[in-house]
């Protein structure tokens, strides 16, 4: 069975600084992966996905993630985080076939400092 | 509409009660999705529809629980005799391609908040 891993339950960083929030996956075949974030009281918005091609994927919000197979690994990447960016966020892996619904993960929660 | 809308936002239940807990997905769209929310976790996965049709229930954690989605556009998701372990955000997701629709984004809603006393 596909399992999505953030290591992170939380992380504080400063306005202006660079971001990363990982996430591992377990699953046989090729993954499709997502990020979403959730802000509170609000539905869940997909940043971006990866399904085939180039591994390094742009999202919105200036988002970014790297698909490294090697590591199983879809890591979240921002170079310079906004206060409006504090929020949950879920990495997500749904399987290519017969399934199609999402496994996510438990979320990393982000704090924004001044 | 613009958006899945889902009613109530916050349903307080006591325990044993049966609630009905509603979704309007994106006019249109082919594919609908339920999830649960616990406190503190990620979604997790409980039904799938195609237009009318119930495709995957396998999430559903036990026979107390039962979704429709009759007419393929409105859904309701039903818990019978609701228990404490019920309280958690129920969240609907809709996409316009069908199977799940891998290559579009599933939209969701602002979920449902149930509490069981």
């Known amino acids: 069975a596909q399992s999505v891993t953030q290591p992170d339950i939380h992380i504080t960083v400063s306005e202006g600084a660079s971001l990363e929030l990982r996430c591992n996956y377990s699953?046989?075949?090729?993954?499709?992966l997502f990020w979403y974030v959730q802000s509170p009281g609000q539905g869940l918005q997909l940043l971006l996905k990866?399904?085939?091609?180039?591994?390094l994927v742009q999202g919105i919000k200036g988002f970014e993630a790297e698909f490294k197979r090697s590591q199983s690994s879809f890591n979240l990447r921002k170079p310079s985080v906004h206060w409006s960016d504090a929020a949950e966020y879920f990495c997500?892996?749904?399987?290519?076939?017969?399934?199609?619904?999402?496994?996510f993960g438990s979320g990393t929660r982000l704090q924004v400092q001044p | 509409g613009a958006g899945v809308s889902q009613s109530p936002r916050y349903k307080v239940a006591k325990r044993g009660q049966d609630v009905a807990l509603r979704c309007d997905p994106i006019?249109?769209?082919?594919?609908l999705f339920w999830y649960q929310q616990a406190l503190g976790q990620g979604p997790e996965f409980l039904t799938y529809?195609?237009?009318?049709?119930?495709?995957?229930k396998s999430g559903l954690p036990s026979d107390r629980f039962f979704a429709e989605r009759p007419e393929g556009s409105v859904s309701t998701l039903k818990i019978q005799r609701t228990q404490q372990e019920d309280s958690a955000v129920y969240l609907c997701?809709?996409?316009?391609?069908?199977?799940?629709?891998?290559?579009?984004?599933?939209?969701f809603g602002q979920g449902t908040r149930l509490t069981v006393v």
């Open positions: 997701a809709s996409s316009s391609r069908s199977l799940g629709g891998l290559n579009t984004e599933a939209f």
């Open positions: 699953y046989g075949a090729t993954p499709y």
């Open positions: 990866y399904f085939s091609g180039d591994t």
């Open positions: 997500a892996v749904v399987a290519d076939t017969g399934r199609r619904a999402l496994t």
């Open positions: 006019s249109g769209h082919v594919s």
């Open positions: 529809f195609q237009n009318e049709a119930q495709l995957d």
